[in-house]
């Protein structure tokens, strides 16, 4: 099937892009990828696209919508079930993720739609409502409505006679709301303010009723096919795994980032019934993920004698030579203005790769998100002013 890339699919596809950089944390617009984003669609560079007025109106569009850097307001909406049979548990709410240009996009459409004299215009909306709980349905697809006052929601289910519906929201009402609040304040219409704070982890008020879920025995599949039974502190408010273990041994970042990508993608429905899942909701961190004290006859995992371990102890018994001596690793460093480079083997901050940052705090004792064994850990804060916990190996000094 041949699928129209038209101006409405282009600011979509903007949009995602420019969230994907945003979460990234690469700036917005971005010049590389703007750069690359020409010579795809046949153009020499950036700037020959720009001044194309003959250019396609879609591709204009898109480049256009990725030059702005436009900042989320998100605005809350009741829900409703329609149809004739009732499904228990539907999504209690919705948010509308609003930009200067999107709102722009509905308030177009909505002249368009009063001055022809029709009824609606269906708008897709996968690209700006989200739902509650909304990796828990199987969704068969969802559209925002534009009436020539007002807009709604809809969300379909797979195998339903029904679905779901938002409030309507009139847009002069939604206008001003928007008009009134703060910087960084979100919208909410008749949306249960107290059951969003509780379980939307992008709301900045967000407060779970529980902190942590908590697995003792939780199979997943690694690399190579191999399943293995490992142990996990999901952190809800942060939505990151804080603590892991398998077979009684901590696991490394890769592998942490492994399972907390598996829980969070695919295994959405487990949030939902944690208890079903094998999970506990609970408060308090684990004894096994307790800060430890050192204890004289520690000896180290035979889990965590890897390649970096090994090297160290060889070259405790021979003269250092100049290449140990630049090798930042091997060393506990201090916080400071000194410039070092991020290179690392694991995928969680891949993006940062080759950027330069500064150590903001060294961690070298133990404490609830930290275990003695994986210490000494760094934060840096990179230029772009993302900052991240970081590994010795991480870390290299410049050329």
């Given amino acids: 099937m041949q699928v129209e890339f038209n101006e409405e699919r282009a600011k979509a596809l903007a949009w995602s892009m420019k969230k994907y950089l945003a979460g990234a944390g690469h700036d917005v617009p971005n010049t590389a990828l703007l750069e690359a984003l020409a010579q795809g669609l046949g153009y020499s560079d950036f700037r020959t696209l720009k001044a194309m007025s003959d250019a396609p109106p879609a591709h204009r569009t898109l480049a256009r919508e990725l030059m702005k850097g436009d900042a989320e307001v998100f605005v809350y909406l009741d829900t409703s079930y329609v149809g004739a049979s009732y499904t228990p548990g539907y999504p209690s709410w919705a948010k509308l993720v609003l930009t200067e240009d999107i709102l722009a996009h509905i308030i177009e459409t909505q002249q368009e739609v009063a001055s022809k004299g029709r009824a609606e215009a269906v708008l897709q909306s996968g690209f700006l409502v989200r739902w509650a709980r909304e990796a828990s349905y199987r969704r068969a697809f969802e559209e925002l409505t534009v009436s020539p006052r007002a807009i709604w929601a809809s969300f379909y289910l797979k195998h339903e006679d029904g679905h779901v519906q938002t409030e309507l929201v009139h847009l002069d009402d939604l206008i001003a709301r928007l008009r009134e609040r703060s910087k960084g304040d979100v919208v909410y219409f008749n949306a249960d303010k107290a059951l969003v704070e509780e379980s939307d982890c992008e709301n900045p008020n967000f407060e779970p ?151 903001v705090k060294a961690i070298t004792e133990a404490d609830a998100k930290h275990d003695l064994e994986v210490l000494p850990m760094y934060v840096g804060q990179f230029e772009s002013g993302e900052t991240v916990e970081l590994w010795p190996e991480e870390i290299h000094r410049r050329d």
């Fill in 209 to 359: 009723e529980y902190r942590y879920l908590v697995a003792e025995s939780w199979g997943h599949i690694f690399a190579g096919n191999h399943e293995q039974r490992v142990a996990f502190v999901f952190d809800v408010k942060t939505q990151h795994i804080t603590h892991m273990r398998i077979g009684g041994v901590a696991a490394n970042r890769a592998e942490m980032a492994d399972v907390e990508d598996s829980l969070l993608n695919a295994n959405g429905e487990a949030f939902d019934d944690p208890e079903d899942w094998g999970l506990e909701s609970t408060d308090e961190l684990p004894d096994w993920a307790q800060p430890t004290q050192p204890d004289e006859a520690f000896a180290i995992p035979k889990r965590h004698v890897h390649a970096r371990v090994t090297t160290r102890v060889v070259e405790a018994f021979k003269e250092p030579t100049q290449a140990a001596e630049e090798d930042a690793s091997e060393e506990v460093l201090q916080p400071g203005e000194t410039l070092y480079v991020y290179k690392s083997p694991y995928d969680q901050y891949k993006h940062l790769n080759g950027h330069q940052f500064r150590i």
